[in-house]
């Protein structure tokens, strides 16, 4: 089974308005870390935003929150007011326990593409 | 803070040759870990090291090696090279301290390997 889960391949957002990229996990850990990476066609991985398993309130950087639902196992990705510039590849990553050896998993990626 | 930096950028190389990659981590951080990405399997672990020492290794053939310095610089080595090893090959550092399920991995731009 995969461990994350991105259903959506591609998505279009409007400029200016709010995106939101779906994630779905699955671990047996109490303990796991939630990430998440935009790349754009440069290559880069770059790193926005951290949610821990044990963090009780969502976490937001910026433009960027994630909406923790521990319960059913998924961490979505909002973008508010999306930018040109935010057009990429967004990877939902997890790091597992000592179990797992603290591996960083990554889901297949959705490519948001927004539109002016 | 400088970011994670690899060398080189690009690469092309035949079927049979070998091939050494460089990645030097953000200054303090002595985790580092190698990623292959590929359009077919995406982003796979390779391994990840700490303080010179392997200390996780994803599925990967014996022709994919690695080491670290005493400065944290890391070195992925390919042998044999393959038409299927072509891709991006990403390098991420991060403290490497306990709960690292906690820790965010900061990557490097990567280096693109193609096999002829």
């Known amino acids: 089974a995969q461990k994350i889960t991105q259903t959506q391949p591609g998505m279009f957002v409007q400029e200016k308005e709010a995106v939101t990229l779906d994630c779905t996990y699955d671990?047996?850990?109490?303990?796991?870390?939630l990430f998440w990476y935009k790349q754009p066609s440069s290559g880069e991985m770059i790193f926005l935003i951290y949610?821990?398993?044990?963090?009780?309130q969502n976490a937001t950087e910026g433009r960027y929150s994630l909406n923790f639902q521990k319960a059913r196992k998924s961490a979505n990705l909002v973008i508010s007011a999306s930018q040109l510039g935010d057009s990429a590849m967004y990877f939902c990553a997890m790091r597992e326990g000592a179990g797992s050896n603290y591996k960083l998993t990554f889901g297949k990626g959705t490519l948001l593409t927004v539109n002016p | 803070k400088a970011g994670v930096t690899q060398t080189p950028r690009y690469l092309i190389k035949t079927r049979g040759q070998q091939v050494t990659l460089s990645c030097s981590p953000i200054?303090?951080?002595?985790?580092v870990s190698w990623y292959q990405q590929t359009p077919g399997q995406g982003l796979q672990f390779l391994f990840e090291?700490?303080?010179?020492?392997?200390?996780n290794k994803g599925n990967f053939p014996g022709r994919f090696s690695g080491r670290q310095f005493s400065n944290s610089r890391s070195e992925m080595n390919v042998s044999t090279l393959e038409l299927g090893d072509s891709a991006l090959y990403l390098c991420?550092?991060?403290?490497?301290?306990?709960?690292?399920?906690?820790?965010?991995?900061?990557f490097g731009p990567g280096t693109r390997l193609l096999v002829l």
């Open positions: 671990t047996s850990d109490q303990s796991y870390g």
């Open positions: 991420a550092s991060s403290l490497g301290q306990a709960a690292r399920f906690q820790e965010t991995q900061y």
């Open positions: 949610q821990g398993s044990y963090d009780e």
């Open positions: 090291y700490f303080s010179e020492t392997q200390r």
């Open positions: 200054s303090g951080h002595r985790s």
